[in-house]
């Protein structure tokens, strides 16, 4: 229609992230270092200083970007969702006696898979954008009078 005026953008904020969900997403970060590195390395004892090195690495990330919940969201978004995640993987498969010894049988896959999936689910929830409304703007029709088909049809 010609007049008028462009919708106006809105540019993505964050939501505003609460400490109660700072203090969930490092529980859940935790709890999936602890069940995924921690348990399964006290099996070994020589886990090696490069597995040890990524695992605090990993935590290293948790914690920037828990720290970058409310102040950087898209650092804290690669950090928790990309990064952590990699890095924790990456401290497993730096120690491949951890499958020869069958330390990882299927439960323990099970509980650090089910352990990645609820910190990735509520991380992700976490560092979502605010979902806002864009402005809308309302204009009259068009005045023409409505067809009037016979009656026959």
């Known amino acids: 229609m010609v007049g008028n005026p462009p919708t106006p953008t809105i540019a993505p904020r964050s939501r505003r992230v609460t400490g109660t969900e700072k203090v969930q997403v490092t529980l859940l970060g935790l709890n999936a270092w602890v069940v995924v590195f921690l348990v399964p390395s006290l099996h070994l004892p020589d886990r090696g200083l490069a597995a ?5 690495t990993g935590l290293a990330l ?4 828990i720290a970058g919940l409310g102040a950087r969201p898209e650092a804290a978004r690669i950090a928790l969702l990309a990064l952590y995640p990699s890095v ?4 497993v498969a730096a120690s491949p006696a951890l499958v020869e010894r069958e330390v990882f049988d ?3 896959s099970v509980l650090g898979g089910a352990s990645l999936l609820a910190y990735v689910a509520l991380a992700a929830r976490s560092c979502a954008r605010a979902e806002d409304l864009r402005p809308s703007t309302s ?3 068009a005045g023409r009078d409505p067809v009037a ?3 026959a049809r």
Do not use: I, N
């Open 52 to 56: 040890w090195a990524l695992a605090g």
């Open 106 to 108: 299927p439960l323990t």
């Open 62 to 65: 948790l914690a920037a970007g």
């Open 139 to 141: 204009h009259p029709s």
């Open 88 to 91: 924790l993987g990456l401290a």
């Open 149 to 151: 088909e016979p009656r």
